[in-house]
């Protein structure tokens, strides 16, 4: 037998226990080292020692330790301290971030650990959660977290939200009863209660019969384990750009050791200036400015309310193409609201959102005073009657302690002016008989100042029929048979708007009548009015939404509520438009993934769906080439977020297993808050983009001036020190800079970009090759001009070579801010980039006029004649190319 089947008898004796007495600390010691502690087993944590080394695995990170070897072998000592130096700075960048990421996800573990009650040598008390073993008696109230999977062996009017497991967003009514019916699922496990799962009414006791990684949502999260972790598209973009530059360097170098070795040069000559060709084509700052742009875009969206866990995953949300997001709680704000009321023929309605009990209610078009409308304000007085929520007010904000149902009741009731303290004042309750599954009804027997006694009695708007004999219409008290069609049209106006409906009913009853049984109490009713309620949809949402469209990315929302409710939230959001459907998951389960592809670009709403569901979903849309994100709070959505290309779970509602997954942590659990991810990590692609183009066009002018140089038979015109000052100074402020630019204005205006797309594509590789040659050509012209003057002195123009391609590169960093020209945006909109670009200014004077440093970088001081050469030149790559850019439009 299972636990559900199992008598409480059975139960004890199975799991030596007693209901009474509970367990002994010895005992519970014990169990505790057999079965471990109650808590899921994370995946083994890696040391900091191997997080720290791990931050050096890059490819583009060994070569440039090789080429340090190399550096030092040859005696370049400088060259070897200051890439080194690079190295070392990011993988500290990347470690800490890792560090930070972890920190704060252990704080949100720590803050959600719930604490528990048992009963152990035969006195309740209060422990953490992770002690509890199976065989525990353990108690909990409304708004109590149960802490581990629990066959219940009492329950008053208890209702438990298991939205975790399930996506039901209606807690689910529970029993202590024996079972002996099949389970479809955990919402049919009516006496049993599972680990994270939330006590949203009443109050029970239960038996521990599953613990840690034997629980429900241990098993789910076992699922993980298996779960394969994706590549994102940066990581193989960057991967792909480290082995061009690598294979490109070496190839360089070949050429030019040969070249240099048949012209008659020194074998031992020849390979330095390959080393400084090579140290010239690969930027290493690279992997570091990626790495601080990626931090940086992680702080933003800190103040965004979101927790970015893995450095890409800002970006990889800039690509993505579809949104699947989960309803409840993300798209809706949680918070189940009476929006319509109706009453014999009369409807009203209710505005505000949330617990707030602020609002307004409207018939038709007029404003009106639910004070001065006796039906409509008794229709609110016996809501909040038949009711037992809580509204707490804490810091300025609403929260409810009860069933969401009850809690829309209350509100609507607060809106009109009600509240608890008068109401019991002028009526006092004397018997309540509490809701149950079987009757889906509750009432209660009210005495009134006057002494008089009634019934209000509060269920489902079917139910309510039958048990009601009137009904009160235009304040009269007729047959209910006479009105069943107007009735059944109210009910089914409300559904069509997916409103949960309630109804409510009443009768007047004999003073001193006793009413010992529910039958009696709900019998021969008068059938009051209707409270038509939704969990309404977060008003930034739709706006977000739209964006996302314009974008080209699709959101889908994936629930497991009922699809009436999710097709109107759908609708009111502009999910659901024009020929798009809606999928069932009893019609899912039927399909396979390659069926699923074939229908899935024309469904935006996935409804009644189960975990394995949402897996198939991403798989699905994966298979077709789109860039997935998920969204989800639950345990039963974290294998489809760990699937999926970017996984993104909630921070406020979010189960531990769901933060596990992710790469990011939304800390207001808003679907708006991604449309900010989106934007940022478009934003940082782009960029990466720039400082790509821009530290590439440079080592391009680098390279040719060097071969150029060999091949025409010319001296060095740069040497080793000066290619990697210019390499980490010249070209590390500024590339820095360039990832701190702000957005252009059509950023989230254009299509997702192709996941495949390399980092040259959109004609990138010819701006970088285009932008390199002349940078190379206008440098090594001046470096002739001078040498050619003056040829016995080398250093001289050296210096001035040295110069003419900083130059150059300072004002070709404004022309990386757009992808069109120079003059498409304000050259001084980023102030980061000018302070970076004046900085880098000063640091080139340094290098030339302070003696000290012009021993080391074998400069002098240059001529201010020169400088009218210098600067010329420089000017010529990023204007030639900028005016015939202008020209070209004026055409």
């Known amino acids: 037998m299972t636990f559900r089947e199992m008598n409480i008898e059975d139960l004890e004796t199975t799991l030596k226990t007693d209901k009474d007495v509970g367990i002994t600390e010895t005992e519970a010691r014990k169990r505790q080292k057999e079965q471990g502690f109650n808590e899921l087993q994370a995946g083994e944590k890696q040391s900091v020692i191997l997080l720290f080394f791990a931050q050096f695995k890059d490819f583009m ?3 440039l330790l090789a ?20 190295i070392l700075m990011n993988g500290l960048l990347g470690f800490y971030q890792e560090r930070r990421a972890e920190k704060s996800l252990d704080a949100l573990k720590e803050m959600a650990a719930p604490q528990i009650y048992v009963l152990r040598d035969g006195e309740w008390r209060k422990i953490p959660s992770r002690e509890a073993v199976v065989g525990d008696i353990i108690k909990f109230i409304s708004g109590d977290r149960i802490g581990a999977d629990v066959r219940l062996i009492e329950a008053y009017s208890l209702e438990i939200e298991e939205s975790a497991l399930t996506g039901e967003s209606v807690p689910s009514i529970k029993q202590s009863e024996s079972l002996h019916f099949p389970a479809e699922g955990i919402g049919d496990e009516e006496n049993m209660a599972f680990m994270g799962t939330m006590v949203s009414r009443g109050s029970g006791i239960g038996i521990i019969v599953g613990t840690g990684m034997n629980t429900a949502m241990g098993k789910i999260a076992d699922l993980l384990q298996s779960a394969e972790t994706q590549d994102t598209p940066l990581q193989l973009r960057l991967e792909q750009l480290g082995k061009i530059l690598i294979t490109t360097a070496l190839f360089l170098t070949l050429i030019v050791v040969v070249t240099g070795i048949l012209q008659g040069n020194p074998l031992y000559t020849m390979f330095l200036a390959g080393v400084s060709l090579a140290v010239a084509a690969i930027p290493e700052g690279l992997p570091a400015i990626v790495t601080v742009a990626l931090s940086l875009g992680v702080q933003r969206m800190i103040k965004k309310n979101a927790i970015v866990r893995k450095l890409p995953a800002v970006e990889t949300l800039g690509c993505a193409s579809v949104i699947c997001s989960d309803k409840t709680g993300t798209m809706t704000q949680n918070k189940m609201t009476v929006t319509h009321l109706w009453s014999g023929g009369h409807t009203w309605q209710v505005t505000g959102t949330g617990y707030a009990p602020s609002g307004e209610f409207y018939y038709g078009e007029r404003a009106v005073q639910p004070k001065g409308n006796k039906t409509l304000f008794q229709l609110l007085t016996f809501g909040m009657l038949c009711n037992n929520s809580e509204l707490i007010l804490k810091k300025d904000r609403f929260t409810l302690n009860g069933d969401p149902t009850e ?10 002016g009600l509240n608890r303290e008068n109401v019991v004042e002028q009526f006092t309750i004397v018997k309540e008989f509490p809701f149950d599954s079987t009757r889906k009804m509750m009432s209660v027997i009210v005495k009134d100042n006057q002494g008089k006694h009634f019934v209000v009695a509060k269920g489902a708007p079917d139910v309510m029929i039958s048990h009601s004999s009137s009904i009160l219409w235009q304040e009269r008290v007729v047959r209910i048979s006479e009105y069943q069609t107007q009735i059944q049209e109210a009910i089914n106006g409300l559904a069509q708007q997916a409103l949960r409906t309630i109804a409510i009913g009443y009768k007047p009853i004999p ?35 739209r964006e996302a469209r314009e974008a080209g990315i699709k959101t889908v929302m994936i629930t497991g509520d009922h699809v009436a409710t999710a097709k109107a939230i759908a609708g009111q959001l502009g999910i659901l438009r024009g020929k798009e459907r809606v999928l069932e998951g009893k019609e899912l389960a039927e399909m396979t993934v390659d069926q699923l592809e074939d229908i899935v670009e024309d469904v935006a709403v996935f409804a009644r769906v189960s975990p394995e569901h949402k897996l198939k979903i991403v798989r699905a849309l994966q298979n077709n080439g789109h860039i997935v994100a998920m969204t989800g709070d639950g345990v039963n959505d974290a294998p489809a977020i760990k699937a999926a290309d970017i996984g993104i779970s909630m921070g406020i509602t979010g189960t531990d297993v769901a933060k596990e997954a992710s790469s990011l942590i939304l800390l207001d659990d808003n679907f708006a808050t991604i449309k900010a991810a989106i934007k940022e990590g478009r934003n940082i692609y782009e960029n990466i983009r720039k400082f790509i183009r821009y530290l590439l066009a440079s080592n391009v002018g680098e390279i040719l001036v060097m071969f150029f140089a060999m091949v025409c038979a010319l001296p060095l015109p740069l040497i080793p020190i000066q290619i990697l000052w210019v390499n980490l100074v010249t070209d590390g402020l500024p590339a820095m800079a360039l990832g701190l630019d702000k957005a252009e204005n059509d950023v989230m205006k254009r299509d997702p970009r192709d996941p495949k797309e390399g980092v040259f594509a959109r004609g990138l590789g010819w701006k970088i090759i285009s932008r390199g040659f002349l940078i190379g050509i206008s440098t090594l012209i001046a470096f002739i001009v001078i040498y050619k003057n003056n040829p016995d002195n080398l250093v001289y123009a050296q210096t001035i070579a040295f110069t003419t391609l900083v130059l150059a590169q300072l004002i070709h960093v404004f022309d990386c801010r757009s992808e069109r020209s120079i003059f498409s945006r304000n050259p001084f909109g980023n102030k980061y980039l000018v302070a970076a670009v004046i900085s880098s200014l000063v640091l080139l004077l340094v290098v030339i006029y302070y003696p000290p440093l012009q021993v080391i970088f074998h400069t002098v001081p240059i001529a201010s004649r020169d400088w009218l050469l210098v600067i010329g030149m420089a000017s010529i790559p990023t204007f030639l190319l900028a005016g015939s850019i202008l020209i070209r439009k004026t055409r």
């Not at 809690?407 to 809106?415: D, N």
């Not at 010992?516 to 009051?528: K, P, T, V």
């Not at 009015?529 to 939704?534: A, K, T």
């Open 61 to 63: 990170v060994i070569v």
């Open 67 to 86: 080429a340090t070897l190399i550096s030092g072998l040859l005696g370049e000592y400088i060259d070897a301290i200051a890439i080194i130096a690079i």
């Open 407 to 416: 809690g829309a009741m209350l509100v609507a009731a607060m809106k009109a």
């Open 511 to 545: 003073s001193g009548t006793v009413l010992l049984h529910e039958s009696e109490a709900e019998s021969d009713l008068i059938y009051f009015g209707l409270h038509g309620m939704i969990d309404p949809p977060r008003p930034e949402v739709k706006e977000a939404v």
